[in-house]
Each structure stands twice: as C-alpha cells, then as structure tokens.
C-alpha cells in the first residue's frame, strides 16, 4: 500500500503559466506564421577580435554585430522590409533599421526574456549601442522594458490582440515596438542557436569564436521576402563590413 506522503510526490501539481514565460510563449505563437529558414557561414573575425582586444572601452560582440548588421540593410532594402497578411498579401519596407536584441533577465528567481530595441543601429557609435545594452542588463525591466512589464500582466486574449494588430495592421508601430530585425546569441555562453524562433524577415546569431577566431554566423530569414542567395550575399558582406568598417571605428579609440 503506498503511503499518502509518497503519493503526495508522485501526483504533482497544476499551476498557472508564470508571467515570467508569457511574452515567449506569445513569441512562439506568432513564429508560427513566419516561415524562416536559415543559413550560415563561418566568418574569420581575427582582425575584429584584435581590434576589439585593443579598444580602451569595453564593446561587446553585440553592439558588434547589431551595428554591422544595420549597415548592412542600409544596402539590402529587404532586411528592412515586412511582410503584412492582411488586408491582403503586401510588403511594408522601413527607411530604417530598428535592432532587436533578445536579453534574458532573473526577476525574484524567474528567468525572463526581453526584448531591446535599438532604433537606427547604423547611424549610432558602437559606444552608444553599448550604453542602450548595458541599459537593457542592468536596469529594473519594468523601468527599461515598460510595455513589455505591462504586457506580460494582461490575460491571454488581451496580449494576442495587442500583438496581432501591431504585426498586421501597424507598419511604423511595429519597428518601434519590434524592430525590423531580430539579434540573438549564446554565444557568451559558448552555444549555438540553428534556427532562432523569430517574427522578423531576418533573425541574426553567432556562436562563439573558435581557436582560430573562426564564429559560424546565421541569419534566419523569411523565405516570401528572399531567397537563399541573397542571404548568402548579405553574410558575405557582413562579414566585409564587420572587418572594414567596424574595425576602422574599434581602432579609432572610440
């Protein structure tokens, strides 16, 4: 016969989803309708590594990467553009680039996930970046991530609602509150993301560097708004731009 305190711990128990899993449950939800795919390459960073090692002032790989990226689309409109359902079948293209980093919080001893936004990476210093991502790390999120604090507090409902007018209907909205594209890594971490789960046409990650400063890089896209090759031009010119112009500013002393 099995003791009450036995079964006690064999049944288990029945809660609520925790604010703390919300958002990323609504994330999931929407990344449904995205159909991503996703392509690597493997990118020598030595001379970034170098010239990074060298900067008086600590700049992270993601301040990097979001800059280099946002130069990037200046030159690839369809990294700023979106893909709208409704009414009908349309793309929206942005004048601008708007970064998103994903930045996972503890609050009292849950694990969170944010999202910063970085509006106009491409025309911001790397040191500026920097100072928004410190922002997002360090702050209390319910001060640096406002609407997402209140949203993840709404019933199921409500927040789908919310969130599907501003990826259907809204088209500046949806920068500002979204972004245009999407940046996250474990890099930091020493793991690496396939295929990020995302709601933008180009999802960005990195994983870390390698023993010959080698970092596979991956962009996830949206197969209605690109197609492979040109994703495979756009990392290739990552990649030029992260060793030219990103250098040129790590070696200029910030």
């Known amino acids: 016969m099995t003791s009450p305190d036995i079964a006690t711990v064999r049944d288990g128990r029945r809660f609520a989803v925790p604010r703390s899993r919300r958002l990323t449950w609504d994330l999931l939800y929407f990344n449904q309708q995205v159909p991503l795919c996703g392509h690597d390459r493997r990118m020598d960073l030595t001379v970034v590594a170098s010239a990074r090692a060298k900067c008086s002032k600590r700049v992270s790989w993601s301040a990097i990467f979001l800059k280099a990226f946002a130069l990037v689309a200046a030159d690839y409109p369809e990294l700023r553009q979106t893909w709208y359902r409704w009414p009908w ?11 998103t980093l994903t930045v996972q919080r503890v609050v009292h001893g849950e694990s969170w996930l944010f999202w910063g936004i970085i509006e106009a990476p491409e ?25 997402q ?6 019933p199921l409902v409500l927040r789908r609602m919310i969130w599907w007018w501003n990826l259907n209907i809204s088209t500046q909205g949806r920068a500002k509150r979204f972004g245009t594209f ?16 995302s709601i933008h046409t180009g ?49 200029s002393g910030i």
Request: with cysteine; charged share 20%.
């Open 89 to 99: 079948a349309h793309i929206y293209q942005n004048n601008a680039s708007h970064g």
């Open 123 to 147: 025309t911001k210093s790397l040191l500026n970046i920097q100072r928004q991502i410190d922002q997002f790390c360090h702050e209390l999120p319910k001060d640096v991530f406002r609407n």
């Open 149 to 154: 604090w209140r949203l993840a507090k709404l």
């Open 182 to 197: 999407f940046l996250s890594t474990l890099a930091g971490r020493g793991a690496e993301i396939q295929v990020p789960p």
């Open 203 to 251: 999802c960005l990650t990195y994983g870390p560097l390698d023993e010959n400063n080698r970092s596979r890089v991956t962009l996830a896209y949206d197969h209605r708004i690109m197609d492979g090759a040109r994703v495979a031009d756009i990392l290739q010119t990552l990649e030029e731009t992260l060793v030219s112009t990103i250098c040129e500013e790590l070696l």
